[in-house]
């Protein structure tokens, strides 16, 4: 941020995106604004605060930006004393600059490179101490650069070390850096803030909800109910009680999940190794990995050896990986590009190997530290999680106001009335607030989470979990789902379908057993290009792997002890594993197989890179060979064109169109007497000779096609989003009912720009079904010619695609359906596109390579054993896809059910409010116990129970509405206020037409006219109103199972509807004396008043069935046809009419395209 407070390019000084993904840190784009403490100001806004009793600080707690306008002045970010923050949200903080004093001379022992930089960034004060300025924000600490003229986040001084720049740390920091940089970076703690309960009870009261509640009950006090006062103060007082308890808890149980702190070994300077607590691990620490291994307290590079680990707390994955080395090059280090040599926080290394002498253990450097390591941003995220963008809750707020306006029309109304009556001032005052307290319910934002709860509690019990609630509403509204392949909508285990060798004159027969291949180089690719490893015997790693080895029958051993024995009969190498064969047979490197071949060096697989990459050496040392396992494509792109088969494209796009998967090997020799172990990948991963194709069969899971239909069926978009092949992820989706068998595919086929051609862009049938249509259809749109189609694209086209040619992405993305070889950044990016064109996105993967895009979509669904993966928001433990059509499900009853709550809650209030209104003209009102008798017995059963009800059995084509203000809801809410209205006053003025009418006492008012005829008549009609307003409010079909499902909520409903019936018709002299009621005597009229509330029911249940059939859709016709607000509909609309669009079998450059413009 520089000193106007924009974020800038720390490299150029230019103001650019933050480096950082904002979606995965809420923090990166911020304005900041400096000021310094004004002292006239601050003993001013004391006085206001003393002499407005404390309301001027409420103020300033409330709007912190206020505090510090009122309190401060403006400064330059250099002098701050105060600093005013604004998130990308639109969300202020105030934060404080703090200073830590750095010894005299400490910037020196960074070394001249990095000293050069502290000197003219890091912000000093040289009178007589050293000071660094800084500031923490959610955990992160940012620093003051000088130069830069702004506070960076302190993990900046870091950020461009290479992989050779981490790999001079392996001798380890001497005490005196060591210290220096803690002062710089701080501990290595991931702190989660534990407030203490004075602190939370001062938080929790200060609270608007709870400020209005204070009101309320002095309002009451002064207005004599005190009955009706204690028992909110004493419900209050628990709600309270409830929540200070509960936040507490869950920040204990987070604090003890996220802080961690153990003892581990470090190298000093001087080689020397001290044990020392994590907290002390600052940057550029070596640290000493032992063999048992360790969780790990910090992100590190692996300098040395080899790690299993366990990161299925980050990911979900339950499979451990195997990281690696990191090579000591001179490109810039990224923990996101190097994971296979990266060790992040929080995971758990099961064994470490091959980094030290006597072979066990590893080193590593450590990275990153607290809130900066990959568990910290994950913690952060739960911490301070990212504002949902979601209508509902929106509009709650709105609607809030509306009912304040509301309650302010009737406060003039009544203060107009009473002074006509010559009333007392206190009287007046006190009647026209009190109309306040009754027309907004404080609880309502309480309320409407109810039916979240119980869809949580639902959820649970089907072994899905959810770490954000607020997204199960989301759920409803989903409107296109994402599926990675393999392990989601497919077989995590594969099995060996053939191979075929290859070569210069072609393919040879396909072998369906690898065990009957010749002895040869393909054979020893098979079995020894993996990164499998044992523990306690046992092989773990990818299944993929394991399926490969197993079906060589050849055998993975690991050296024991030192590994000198190993070591010695495999040239001097360092061993990492030995491979033997299951027979004794001549080998291609000329000995007897059983005498097996090492793996010196490893090269795991890369998601970016789409291959992995082993070096082997021959027993005794006499020759090595470096093997590369891969995606075709790839493979084949690094091999010597003249190893290729002529028939390798028509031969994969066989196998490939069968729905298997393909992976190519292939080869080359290695100089055994070079440095083996420190081998550059690109080096090893060039001049290959191609070996053959490996096919392995991915069977569709049995549930993923009865899913995937459930979600055609309910017009909700299924999208495969995969890093396998094309052809193959075609083949899966017909399998699976994604694509249908009477729709067609065509693939999109872009390029980027290169030095010999300018992008292209094409879209192409397949084969066999251009064949089939002619030139007429072809020839003609698509869309009007109404055709059913499908697009598929891969990895490369569509980052050519968003690069080259954006005007057609968002054309693309509609029809889009198969997304192949896509990276993992690359899913990320798709679910954000899609985001863009006003989809509801979700998004369902095994939280490995998924992670990104789980946590862009809008519902991110992690198919994992573990029971909280932070990896998406919510965890399946069902290693299917049968948990979505359920979440889906979940999430529209939970959403209908929210609806329902909050018109119950509004109503309620409107109920009251009318009630209130029409006894205040008549100069009485309700009683303190009647007030209690409905707020407690009747609406909070009600509305506590109302949400019980489960989600229908299927999934309709319908989504519930997400507006609050939309013209059913509103409409809906204003005709059952009036008819609401209507019911009373019909009640008051039949009552007072009896010949037995008795006038109210005119010299009094209020509760002094207690009991009366018409509080009588207006208690015992709104007393069925709030009773029949639930019924008619609580929506079911076609989202939520019928009301008799709901048995508690069916049963409260009886009782309180035979309790009014009891009151109404025969209250006896104990209650009505309780209840302050007048005790009608003529049963007619009982039963009159019994007939109006039954008509009363009647009008609005018929009214409500109306809005529901589209009643209130006409007056939409006065406003004319309007845009829909949802882009992708507004797309669709206009590709429909467009008879361009889809140009078959061209190839388009970016200078000839017909835009489409739809904004």
Not at 363 to 372: D, L, Y
Not at 1057 to 1069: E, H
Request: aromatic share 10%; net charge neutral.
């Amino acid at each position: 941020m520089n000193k106007h407070g924009r974020v800038v390019d720390l490299q150029s000084g230019l103001p650019s995106p933050c480096p950082r993904d904002p979606l995965l840190s809420p923090e990166s784009h911020m304005d900041v604004q400096g000021y310094k403490w004004v002292r006239w100001r601050v003993w001013l806004c004391r006085l206001g605060a003393v002499l407005s009793l404390g309301s001027l600080l409420i103020l300033f707690h409330w709007r912190p930006r206020l505090g510090v306008l009122a309190r401060c002045r403006s400064c330059p970010l250099a002098l701050a004393e105060v600093l005013l923050l604004r998130d990308g949200s639109g969300g202020q903080h105030v934060v404080k600059v703090q200073t830590v004093e750095m010894e005299e001379g400490s910037l020196e022992m960074l070394g001249h490179q990095e000293e050069a930089e502290w000197r003219d960034t890091v912000y000093l004060h040289k009178n007589e101490k050293t000071l660094l300025h800084y500031y923490l924000f959610e955990g992160l600490r940012y620093v003051w650069l000088d130069r830069k003229g702004s506070f960076c986040r302190v993990s900046v001084l870091n950020e461009d070390w290479t992989c050779k720049d981490l790999h001079s740390f392996h001798k380890g920091l001497s005490p005196g850096e060591q210290s220096m940089r803690r002062s710089m970076f701080g501990d290595n703690l991931i702190d989660v803030p534990v407030k203490s309960y004075r602190r939370l009870l001062i938080d929790e009261v200060l609270n608007p909800f709870y400020i209005f509640q204070a009101f309320s009950i002095t309002l009451w006090i002064i207005d004599d109910y005190y009955f009706y006062a204690l028992c909110i103060f004493i419900i209050s007082i628990i709600s309270i009680s409830v929540s200070l308890y509960e936040t507490r808890k869950q920040s204990v149980t987070l604090r003890n999940m996220a802080q961690f702190i153990t003892s581990v070994t470090v190298r000093r300077e001087s080689g020397e190794e001290d044990s020392v607590s994590s907290v002390e691990l600052v940057p550029g620490d070596c640290l000493i990995i032992p063999q048992e291994g360790l969780l790990l307290p910090c992100d590190a590079a692996l300098l040395a050896g080899e790690c299993l680990v366990n990161e299925s707390m980050l990911t979900g994955e339950s499979v451990p990986v195997l990281k690696t080395s990191l090579p000591a090059d001179d490109r810039t280090y990224s923990s996101d590009t190097e994971r296979r040599h990266t060790l992040f926080c929080g995971t758990h290394i099961i064994q470490a190997k091959g980094g030290r002498l006597g072979g066990g253990g590893a080193v590593a450097v450590v990275t990153s530290t607290g809130f900066f390591t990959a568990k910290g941003d994950l913690v952060s995220s739960i911490l301070y999680p990212q504002p949902m963008n979601f209508r509902f809750y929106k509009d709650a707020m709105k609607f809030l106001l509306i009912l304040g306006f509301i309650a302010l029309t009737g406060t003039i109304y009544i203060f107009l009335i009473l002074l006509k009556a010559n009333v007392t001032w206190m009287q007046l005052v006190i009647r026209s607030l009190d109309i306040v307290t009754i027309t907004v319910p404080p609880a309502l934002p309480a309320a409407i989470t109810t039916g979240t709860i119980y869809a949580q509690s639902r959820l649970k019990k089907c072994n899905i979990f959810c770490i954000s609630p607020p997204r199960i509403n989301i759920c409803g509204k989903v409107s296109v789902f994402c599926f990675d392949k393999t392990g989601t909508l497919t077989e995590e285990g594969l099995d060996v379908w053939g191979v075929v060798e290859g070569g210069s004159a072609g393919f040879s027969e396909l072998v369906p057993d690898p065990k009957l291949l010749p002895p040869g180089y393909m054979q020893s690719a098979l079995a020894c290009c993996h990164t499998v490893t044992l523990l306690r015997g046992q092989p773990l790693g990818d299944p993929l792997e394991l399926r490969m080895i197993e079906s060589t029958g050849w055998t993975l051993q690991e050296p024991e002890g030192d590994g000198d024995v190993v070591q010695a009969e495999y040239g001097g190498h360092k061993v990492l594993t030995v491979m033997r064969s299951p027979i004794q047979k001549l080998h291609f490197y000329g000995h007897a197989s059983s005498e097996a071949v090492a793996i010196v060096q490893r090269f795991p697989f890369s998601s970016a890179l789409q291959r992995m990459s082993v070096v082997t050496v021959a027993h005794g040392g006499r020759s090595a060979r470096a093997f590369v396992k891969g995606s075709p494509e790839m493979v084949t792109s690094l091999c010597r064109a003249d190893t290729v088969p002529p028939d390798f494209s028509s031969t994969l796009h066989t196998f490939s169109s069968e729905g298997l998967r393909v992976l190519a090997l292939a080869c080359k020799p290695v100089d055994v007497n070079s440095d083996l172990m420190n081998m550059k990948r690109a080096d090893v991963e060039k001049d290959l000779q191609f070996l053959g194709l490996l096919m392995m069969k991915n069977l569709v899971k049995p549930e993923s096609a009865e899913v995937i239909n459930i979600l055609r069926l309910a017009q909700i978009r299924n999208i495969m989003v995969t890093g396998d092949n094309i052809l193959t992820a075609v083949n899966v989706a017909r399998s699976c009912g994604m694509v249908g068998s009477d729709e067609k595919v065509i693939f999109v086929i872009a390029s980027p720009h290169t030095t010999q051609s300018w992008p292209t862009l094409r879209f192409s049938l397949e084969e066999e079904v251009a064949a089939q249509w002619s030139a007429e259809v072809m020839g003609q749109s698509l869309y009007q010619g109404g055709f059913d189609y499908h697009l598929a694209i891969n990895g490369k086209s569509f980052a050519a695609l968003c690069d080259h040619f954006p005007e057609y992405l968002p054309k693309v993305l509609m029809k889009a359906t198969v997304f192949a070889r896509m990276s993992p950044d690359q899913k990320a990016q798709l679910v954000k596109e899609l985001q863009k064109l006003n989809y509801r996105v979700g998004m369902c993967g095994d939280g490995a390579n998924d992670c990104g895009a789980l946590k862009a979509a809008d519902v991110g669904v992690s198919l994992s054993e573990a029971e909280a993966s932070v990896a998406s928001p919510f965890t399946s433990k069902t290693e299917n896809i049968s948990c979505v059509p359920l979440l889906i499900r979940e999430g529209r009853c939970s959403l209908v059910t929210s609806f329902s709550l909050f018109r119950y809650m509004a109503l309620y209030s409107l109920i009251q409010f009318s009630s209130v209104l029409i006894l205040n003209t008549v100069r009485t009102t309700l009683a303190d116990l009647q007030f209690l008798f409905f707020d407690l017995f009747f609406v909070t059963l009600l509305a506590l129970f109302m949400g019980k009800g489960g989600p229908s059995e299927e999934l309709y084509p319908s989504r519930p509405p997400a507006s609050l203000l939309s013209l059913p809801v509103f409409g809906s809410l204003f005709i059952h206020t009036c008819l609401i209205g209507l019911g009373q006053l019909s009640a008051f003025f039949i009552t007072r037409m009896q010949e037995w009418y008795i006038p109210l006492n005119s010299t009094v008012f209020g509760k002094e006219n207690l009991p009366n005829m018409e509080n009588a008549c207006v208690f015992n009609l709104s007393g069925y109103q709030y009773i029949f307003i639930a019924v008619v409010v609580t929506k079911s079909y076609p989202h939520k199972k019928p009301l008799y499902h709901n048995v508690v909520f069916l049963c409260i409903l009886l009782i309180h509807f035979a309790v009014m019936t009891w009151l109404v018709l025969y209250p006896g002299p104990f209650f009505s004396q309780v209840l302050e009621l007048y005790n009608f005597t003529d049963m007619n009229f009982k039963m009159l008043l019994g007939a109006v509330a039954a008509l009363n029911f009647l009008i609005c249940f018929v009214v409500e069935l109306l809005i529901d059939l589209g009643l209130l859709n006409c007056l939409r016709l006065l406003r004319g046809k309007r845009q829909s607000k949802k882009q992708y509909k507004r797309l669709n609309a206009l590709l429909s009419d467009s008879t361009s669009w889809l140009p078959l079998n061209q190839t388009l450059t970016p200078r000839d395209h017909t835009v489409i413009n739809f904004t």
